[in-house]
């Protein structure tokens, strides 16, 4: 049975083989000589202006999550809807799951809202 | 219907009850309705004294009642002749120890006379229990109130000598607490559903290897609480740092428990092992109990630490008196846990009176109080004289039956055995000389009063039966006997080849024919 | 390709659930929508879980499975649920004197609450391992935010995140140990792996159980795996905290039960030398550590440990009557250490200085009523007889000793002696020492009190007249073998 997985062993073998040879060979062909600017991080070619470790408002993470969290809900709706011909005979039933489903969220943004999390200001 | 067994149970808890209503401004109440429902108490076992039957060697009144079926666990209560004496000098020593401290309790009164209470009706119980847990449900219950009365009323180093007590305790009874799990475990085996009626129990077949464990399980637990000689460091504390009811109660019928336990679980479960190993423990009570605990007692500058080492050589005869497991021996053991309750207790109590007056108990402290207080020297003295066993006192009864079942177990250990008893005389009578005679050297005792008419209520009772028993012991004796004999039969019957000494059928020996 | 109906019937078994997930987001809305006294919301996060639970205890347990056997209605799964019930109940009447103290009394906490019992109710009564994994989220997710609680608070802030990674971890563990099960069975359906007996992959097979097992063991603390636990009683609001510790405990240690012995019942055995060894080091780990603390909720957080190591006992003796001894203890714990929190949090004053040992010198004369029900609890989560401590130890004990465990009960024994002497340090400062200094606390509000008395009452009925629930936790568990 475990021998299903044998392409999938192989597949992993050769993934870390060819990392490991072009690691070693980026290794072996470059250029031995080291300056400032290699170390500096890349920013499209330009010189960096302030310090990477910035302090962001709150406000930013917040809508990020909220973002997050109803994006990734939505993506749920598309197996439902491809697969909702093929369960005709419980229809109703995934119909008004998906209704609940959305309900929950409803509820959820409601409460978002009337928090004030979704103010800028 | 309410058996004359669970009254002893009850009333106590009804007292309690009453207790909690009462409020906290009325303290002569208060003392009034627990000295009340003790007396109660005791005069319902007096009643049950009157209603024994001499004569029957199993258990008399039995109640039973479910409890927890589910677990074979029944509410069964009985008494015999090993245990109603014991609940006598319990239900006695309870009201006199509560008028004794009549005054000495300065806070939390209701805290107090509910700790004794409570106190009465764990002991009560694990006298009268036929079923083990029932027993290890009381024996543990007994242990919360005791340390709360060392806790909260007691000396200096208190909380130490609580701390230590229900530490000890706990640990015998907790691996004691295994045994019975493991006998549980047994009699499921063996009756095809588990059951903790120790009748029942006492019908199990175990080997030799199984005995040998549940005995030393069982036995460790009541050696603490007797205490024989390595595991008896709790006592000296518990009792030099415990009020006075509480010292009283703690001698005079705590430390029985383990003796009784011995008697009603060690010996009849667990024959053979009992048989093969009780010159191990002979040899521990008779140098570890009657001989250490006399020569400590002899150097202690404390009246109540004396009192407390005697009673760890008084215990060891106890523990001899079993193990020689002939008819003298137990007879004696029986009823020197009853004479020890009453003269330890009385000692308790004389140093407890004196205490209130004075608030040391060094014996440095004092010298000369016998011109002060005559009448206190008077009981003292005959309380004395029966610890340390004169013929005519109580303790002499017990003391003499014990020996003359060891002499017939062994010469050797009756030898030095006996020594304990001139230790004792000579502990107990150099503490009284230097207490009692004498030039008065310290001031602060000249202006000293003698007994109050409340503590010779308290002390007087003490003295009757000291001397009654020491003249008359056959009343007692008669009722033991049956009940001791059956005890031994089972031992004999059950000790799979292994022979008793001496043969259970020697009549017994009352010491006025001797 | 789908083969199952939906039948009204599967709505009914989870009408408890759908109940507290109503109710859960209805309080979110009256905290929006009702302002000033939040008195209201106390009142129906309570009326939710008594409707919950009646519903439960109305339900039929005969064992009908529903939705295609993703969730299981027996007596296993009500006797905990009621449990967890139970706690949160209590939890929704204790919690409203705390929060206002700190000004910090919202909505959220009753609604957080009602998420997490539903979490739990789904992992108790849940038939498919992603079902109970579900449900482990759902509650796990709740508690996070809910020892975060006061977010201005620091250690309650380090609570929460160290809950969160360790938890997260767990649920990572549980989650890669439910996979493997998946790729050596071909199923997640505790009731087909049970039918299919054995599995395509013994590799798989050890692998994924051992993960789910690991998964459990931070859920439930046993040594390894109890690092977070002492922090995060300890940060953590204290009603919460004895929410926690109570039916968190049970919920999960339900879950493993199911897994383990509804699951793969062949396993118990081969897996006992581990489980002895689990209980062993957790228990005395547990004790031993508990002795040292001077926090009155760390020695708690450490006791809870403790515990945990005896209820293990149960899964080592790995027979029926063992799982009883576990159910009728987690019953027990319940109120036990939900009271003893319910004193803790009274004590504690609004700044939580009042938490070490020396802070309850004296309060018996100031509190005769209160330091008498820490006592009992004290006693009872010492074993003490009379008390649901003892019945519930003697229960699992005896049936360890049974199946021949002597050695493992004389170390648990032990542990209780160890026991002994840190639960009785709270009743020496208690009764024994002087008051220190006078604070003045207000007086303990109704609700408090009532749940205060329930706990009182219920130690003292299960530990006298166990015998209706031993019978009932007998039954719950011929539901799992």
Redesign the interface.
């Known amino acids: 049975?475990?021998g299903e997985y044998l392409p999938l062993f192989f597949l992993g073998v050769i993934v870390f083989g060819l990392i490991a040879v072009m690691l070693f060979l980026v290794r072996l062909l470059q250029p031995k000589r080291r300056s400032e600017t290699d170390l500096e991080p890349y920013e499209s070619g330009t010189t960096p202006t302030s310090f990477a470790r910035t302090r962001f408002s709150v406000k930013f993470f917040i809508i990020a999550i909220i973002f997050i969290i109803f994006d990734i809900e939505v993506v749920f709706m598309y197996p439902w809807a491809v697969v909702f011909k093929?369960?005709l005979?419980?229809g109703t039933?995934i119909f008004i799951e998906m209704l609940t489903f959305l309900g929950?969220l409803v509820?959820g943004l409601?409460?978002v809202w009337?928090?004030g999390a979704l103010e800028w200001d | 219907m309410i058996g004359i067994l669970s009254l002893h149970i009850i009333l106590p808890m009804l007292g309690i009850l009453a207790l909690i209503f009462i409020p906290d401004k009325e303290k002569s109440l208060m003392k009034v309705v627990a000295i009340g429902f003790t007396l109660a108490t005791f005069v319902v076992s007096v009643v049950m004294l009157a209603k024994f039957e001499i004569g029957p060697s199993d258990m008399q009144f039995v109640e039973y009642a479910e409890w927890i079926p589910q677990w074979g666990i029944s509410y069964k209560i009985g008494v015999d002749g090993i245990s109603l004496f014991l609940i006598l000098i319990t239900t006695l020593l309870t009201p006199l120890s509560l008028l004794s401290s009549w005054n000495s309790i300065n806070e939390g009164h209701k805290g107090f006379l509910v700790s004794m209470l409570a106190l009465e009706v764990g002991i009560i119980g694990v006298f009268l229990s036929m079923d083990l847990f029932l027993f290890y449900v009381f024996w543990e219950v007994m242990l919360i109130p005791m340390y709360f009365i060392i806790g909260i009323w007691g000396g200096e180093k208190r909380i130490y000598a609580a701390v230590k007590f229900i530490i000890y305790t706990m640990f015998g009874s907790l691996l004691m607490l295994v045994a019975i799990f493991w006998l549980y475990y047994l009699s499921s085996e063996q009756f095809g559903s588990p059951t903790t009626d120790l009748l029942m129990l006492y019908k199990l077949e175990l080997p030799y290897n199984t005995q040998f464990w549940l005995f030393l399980a069982f036995t460790l637990s009541f050696a603490i609480k007797i205490p024989l000689f390595p595991f008896h460091t709790w006592l000296p504390d518990a009792h030099v740092e415990a009020p006075t009811a509480g010292s009283v109660i703690l001698a005079g019928v705590l430390l029985k428990m383990g003796g009784y336990g011995l008697l009603r679980y060690c010996l009849p479960l667990f024959p053979e092992a009992t048989v093969r190993l009780a010159p191990y423990l002979i040899s521990l009570a008779v140098f570890g109990g009657i001989i250490y605990g006399a020569l400590v007692a002899m150097v202690q500058p404390d009246m109540k630490k004396l009192i407390a080492y005697s009673s760890v050589s008084h215990m060891g005869f106890v523990v001899l008196g079993i193990f020689v497991l002939n008819q003298q021996g137990l007879q004696g053991a029986v009823i020197q846990m009853v004479n020890h309750g009453l003269s330890t207790g009385a000692l308790f109590l004389l140093v407890g009176f004196i205490y209130e007056r004075r608030h040391s108990r060094l014996i440095s402290e004092y010298g000369g109080i016998a011109k002060i207080m005559p009448f206190y020297a008077a009981t003292f003295l005959i309380v004395v004289l029966s610890s340390l066993g004169l013929p005519g006192l109580n303790g002499f009864v017990g003391e003499f039956l014990i020996l003359v079942g060891s002499f017939k177990y062994s010469i050797f250990f009756t030898t030095f055995a006996a020594t304990g008893v001139i230790l004792a005389a000579v502990y107990l009578l150099w503490m009284y000389q230097r207490v009692m005679f004498g030039k008065v050297t310290n001031e602060k005792n000249s202006g000293l009063s003698d007994l109050s008419l409340r503590e010779k209520w308290v002390i007087v009772p003490l003295i009757v039966l000291i001397v009654f028993i020491g003249i008359y012991p056959k009343p007692i004796l008669d009722r033991i006997e049956p009940s001791v004999t059956n005890l031994l039969n089972v031992v004999q019957a059950n000790s799979n080849g292994e022979k008793l000494k001496i043969s259970p059928d020697v009549t017994p020996v009352s010491p006025e024919r001797n | 390709m789908i083969d199952f109906q939906i039948v009204p019937a599967d709505f009914y078994l989870l009408l408890p659930e759908m109940v507290l997930s109503v109710g859960a987001m209805l309080l979110l809305f009256l905290e929006l929508f009702l302002k000033g006294n939040k008195t209201v919301q106390q009142w129906t996060a309570f009326a939710i879980f008594v409707v919950a639970l009646s519903l439960l205890l109305s339900q039929e347990s005969s064992g009908a499975t529903g939705f295609g056997m993703m969730v299981r209605s027996d007596l296993f799964g009500q006797f905990i649920s009621a449990v967890v019930l139970i706690g949160g109940g209590l939890t929704v009447l204790l919690g409203k004197e705390y929060l206002v103290s700190r000004e910090w009394h919202r909505g959220e906490y009753y609604s957080l609450l009602l998420f997490a019992s539903v979490g739990m109710l789904f992992m108790v009564r849940g038939l498919d391992l992603l079902v109970i994994f579900l449900g482990l989220e759902l509650l796990s997710i709740s508690l996070y935010i809910l020892v975060g609680y006061f977010r201005d608070r620091l250690f309650s802030n380090e609570a929460a995140l160290k809950y969160l990674l360790l938890g997260a971890f767990a649920s990572g563990f549980l989650l890669y140990g439910i996979a493997y099960t998946y790729g050596s069975y071909g199923t997640t359906n505790l009731n087909e792996i049970r039918t299919m007996g054995s599995p395509e992959s013994m590799t798989f097979h050890w692998i994924g159980l051992s993960l789910i097992l690991v998964g459990f063991s931070f859920k439930v603390a046993l040594v390894p795996f109890h690092m977070w636990l002492p922090d995060v009683y300890q940060g953590a609001p204290t009603p919460v905290t004895g929410f926690m510790a109570t039916t968190t405990k049970a919920a999960a240690f339900a879950a493993m039960l199911r897994i383990l012995f509804y699951g793969f019942p062949a396993d118990i055995a081969e897996w006992m030398p581990l489980f002895w060894f689990l209980s062993a080091v957790t228990m005395t780990v547990g004790n031993v550590i508990a002795l040292q603390q001077s926090n009155l909720k760390r020695m708690l957080a450490y006791s809870a440990i403790a515990h945990a190591g005896y209820l293990m006992i149960g899964v080592t003796v790995g027979t029926e009557t063992g799982a009883a001894g576990m159910l009728f203890y987690l019953l027990g714990y319940l109120f036990m250490n939900i009271g003893a929190f319910a004193v803790v949090q009274y004590f504690e004053g609004k700044d939580e200085t009042r938490l070490d040992f020396e802070s309850y010198a004296g309060l018996a004369k100031k509190h005769p009523l209160i330091s008498l029900a820490m006592t009992l609890f004290m006693f009872a989560l010492a074993g003490f007889p009379l008390t649901v401590g003892f019945t519930g130890k003697f229960y699992i004990f005896t049936t360890a000793i049974n199946q021949g465990f002597v050695w493992l009960i004389v170390i648990a024994v032990l542990n209780s002696l160890i026991s002994v002497y840190y639960y009785l340090r709270v009743v020496i400062y208690m009764y024994m020492k002087p008051l220190e200094e006078e604070i003045e606390f207000s007086p303990m509000e109704l609700p408090a009190k009532v749940a205060l008395t329930v706990c009182v009452y219920a130690v003292l009925h299960l530990g006298v007249l166990p015998g209706n629930f031993i019978t009932l936790a007998r039954e719950a568990v011929s539901a799992i073998f």
């Open positions: 049975m475990l093929e369960l005979n419980i039933f929950i509820v409601i409460y009337k928090m």
